[in-house]
């Protein structure tokens, strides 16, 4: 299906004419029967790892020059996105801090890139790099200034350590099957998705043009309560992206489409660790 994010959306590793995900293809030998196909109409043609169902043969859902995407071929993308995150905090950290303004440009930069490559038919490895590395300079930025207040001095590592914790339990939570993603399960994340982001989205305008704290989302019990509801949303958006995985290796996605991978839990990381730097600010302001 349609994998999401808390702020874009991305395409999963196949689409038919609606956009959707059709991971219809036969899986390997002693591969589980694939859950989108059949009766949910997220599956419904345009797939192009699809076998040829005329043919009697057992050929690859895949051209023959096309290597298929690994487990392996994802950790090393994932892996390089988010150093190149790493790498761009630490100099927004820097050099950033006391430049607030350059940081704001830099999160815009990263806003606009990563809305581009949601679009995008294919993954593209050096725009989805440059989304990291101007969201690395943004947060680096953003966290080196709240680090600088006295009485937040340490926030920053917290939500490090606190994002590292939601990963961690969202991953066990979905290899155990403790949470499945159904086409039930996206549909009203989907929704809680796009009320929590229209909700921020008024707050700014309130905090815009009517001053203070709009409608008092970052501030308060209201902002705690806020804050809490947005690390929960970007945790279920993780069980998204381990579907997307998931499916793609089963489903022999081609290879580039691990950067899609990539891109998707480097957003969707960073929207966490965003709303855990915000919650713990609020606790301890």
Do not use: H
């Not at 009766?39 to 050929?59: H, K, V």
């Not at 207040?149 to 979905?174: D, E, H, R, W």
């Not at 809490?228 to 995985?245: I, M, P, R, W």
């Amino acid at each position: 299906m349609r994998s999401s994010n808390p702020v874009f959306s991305r395409r999963g590793f196949s689409r038919d004419n609606n956009g959707y995900a059709g991971f219809d293809a036969p899986p390997q030998a002693g591969a589980a029967a694939n859950p989108y196909a059949g009766t949910n109409p997220y599956a419904q043609g345009g797939n192009p790892y699809a076998q040829d169902a005329a043919q009697g043969t057992q050929t690859p859902p895949y051209a023959p020059q096309t290597r298929r995407m690994t487990m392996d071929d994802v950790v090393l993308r994932t892996g390089m996105t988010l150093g190149t995150v790493i790498a761009g905090a630490a100099v927004g950290w820097i050099f950033l801090t006391k430049s607030l303004g350059f940081a704001v440009g830099a999160g815009l930069i990263a806003m606009v890139l990563a809305f581009v490559q949601s679009f995008k038919r294919k993954p593209s490895p050096a725009l989805i790099l440059t989304y990291a590395a101007f969201e690395g300079l943004f947060l680096g930025a953003l966290s080196g200034a709240i680090n600088d207040v006295p009485k937040l001095a340490g926030a920053p590592m917290q939500a490090v350590m606190g994002t590292m914790a939601v990963f961690v339990a969202m991953l066990v939570a979905y290899k155990t099957r403790i949470v499945r993603v159904t086409a039930r399960f996206t549909r009203y994340l989907m929704i809680a998705l796009l009320g929590f982001v229209l909700l921020s989205l008024v707050n700014v305008l309130f905090m815009a043009f009517g001053g203070g704290d709009g409608l008092g989302f970052r501030s308060g019990g209201m902002g705690i309560l806020f804050g809490v509801v947005g690390v929960v949303l970007g945790a279920l958006c993780l069980a998204l992206d381990f579907k997307q995985v998931e499916d793609g290796i089963a489903y022999g996605a081609p290879r580039e489409e691990s950067w899609l991978a990539a891109f998707g839990l480097t957003v969707t990381l960073a929207w966490i660790y965003m709303e855990l730097l915000r919650l713990i600010s609020i606790l301890r302001d």
